[in-house]
T-cell receptor, first 118, second 111 residues
Framework: KAGVTQTPRYLIKTRGQQVTLSCSPISGHRSVSWYQQTPGQGLQFLFEYFSETQRNKGNFPGRFSGRQFSNSRSEMNVSTLELGDSALYLC?????????????????FGPGTRLTVL | GQNIDQPTEMTATEGAIVQINCTYQTSGFNGLFWYQQHAGEAPTFLSYNVLDGLEEKGRFSSFLSRSKGYSYLLLKELQMKDSASYLCAVPIYNQGGKLIFGQGTELSVKP
């Protein structure tokens, strides 16, 4: 089974631009979560999508948004980029059940997209 | 609120045993994960504990005490390739795929 894939792997943008990152989950996984990883803050949850609906959201400004398609692929968008948005953006897919209270939510991470904002 | 604490760095010698601790505070409990992350790579799953006690998987074991809000990861017969960041994470109760991660413990294995 192919793992989680993310494109692009590396991206350089300038302040004020916007960026779209893509994630293809493991086949059959319906839940896709996005995380931001920085040296200072560690891994922080951005949002989770399940069946094309945002199921959970972290504490990030509205400049961060996402969506999920019917084939479970997901994209996240960051508008009006700031220097502090430079980070590794990780996508994780999970064979989560339909209930948000599923007791086992092992997440399989993709390789990440390294975003540098200049 | 949710809070997870881990030591920032640890150093150990090849062949030795090291224990990485994690304490957590959550409202509700839905298990605890340990992930390993090598520099520049994605986190990979090591273990999941939902019941108290020790679970052993080869050289790696993970322990959980729900009453104390405490877990540890035990690595035996350390190898150089075990140098990595070890992340403790808890899923938020009733919030599906949302994981809260600790800052990670950077383990350096020396010869």
């Amino acid at each position: 089974k192919a793992g989680v894939t993310q494109t692009p792997r590396y991206l350089i943008k300038t302040r004020g631009q916007q960026v779209t990152l893509s994630c293809s989950p493991i086949s059959g996984h319906r839940s896709v979560s996005w995380y931001q990883q920085t040296p200072g803050q560690g891994l922080q949850f951005l949002f989770e999508y399940f069946s094309e609906t945002q199921r959970n959201k972290g504490n990030f400004p509205g400049r961060f948004s996402g969506r999920q398609f019917s084939n479970s692929r997901s994209e996240m968008n960051v508008s009006t980029l700031e220097l502090g948005d430079s980070a590794l953006y990780l996508c994780a897919s999970s064979p989560a059940g339909t209930s948000a209270s599923s007791s086992y939510n092992e997440q399989f991470f993709g390789p990440g997209t390294r975003l540098t904002v200049l | 609120g949710q809070n997870i604490d881990q030591p920032t760095e640890m150093t150990a010698t090849e062949g030795a045993i090291v224990q990485i601790n994690c304490t957590y505070q959550t409202s509700g409990f839905n298990g605890l994960f340990w992930y390993q992350q090598h520099a520049g790579e994605a986190p990979t799953f090591l273990s999941y504990n939902v019941l108290d006690g020790l679970e052993e998987k080869g050289r790696f074991s993970s322990f959980l005490s729900r009453s104390k809000g405490y877990s540890y990861l035990l690595l035996k017969e350390l190898q150089m390739k075990d140098s990595a960041s070890y992340l403790c994470a808890v899923p938020i109760y009733n919030q599906g795929g949302k994981l809260i991660f600790g800052q990670g413990t950077e383990l350096s294995v020396k010869p």
